[in-house]
């Protein structure tokens, strides 16, 4: 089975930006999509962004313009850029893989944590 593991999580100020990175264990964009979700205490887990196999990138109304999914296929590895980040982006930050022709994912990181506070 695939592993991932996210890092790049911290602390940051409203405006300011970080990048959060998630490693797989194998070589898998070629025919694996890959999600980043983010999760508030208390709340449902809410799919931010997302890049296709193809490298087709999607996002959410509520962070479009400001986060941006990439990928670096040598490294195996996918980003989550937040720009401009805002309180209610303090969550904790999960990335997630799934085959193109599946609707269930394949693979979950733990997660990383992100804090956004003056």
């Known amino acids: 089975q695939v592993q991932l593991v996210e890092s790049g999580g911290g602390w940051v100020q409203p405006g300011g930006s970080l990048t959060l990175s998630c490693q797989s264990s194998?070589?898998?964009?070629?025919?694996?999509?890959m999600d980043w979700y983010h999760q508030a205490p208390g709340t449902q887990r809410e799919l931010v962004a997302s890049l296709t196999s193809g490298g087709v990138a999607t996002y959410a109304d509520s962070v479009k313009g400001r986060f941006t999914v990439s990928r670096d296929s040598s490294k195996n590895t996918v980003f989550l850029r937040l720009d401009n980040v805002r309180p209610e982006d303090t969550a904790i930050y999960y990335c997630?893989?799934?085959?193109?022709?599946?609707?269930?994912?394949?693979?979950w990181g733990r997660g990383t944590q992100v804090t956004v506070v003056s």
């Open positions: 997630a893989t799934k085959k193109k022709i599946s609707i269930r994912y394949e693979s």
């Open positions: 194998g070589t898998i964009f070629r025919f694996n999509a």
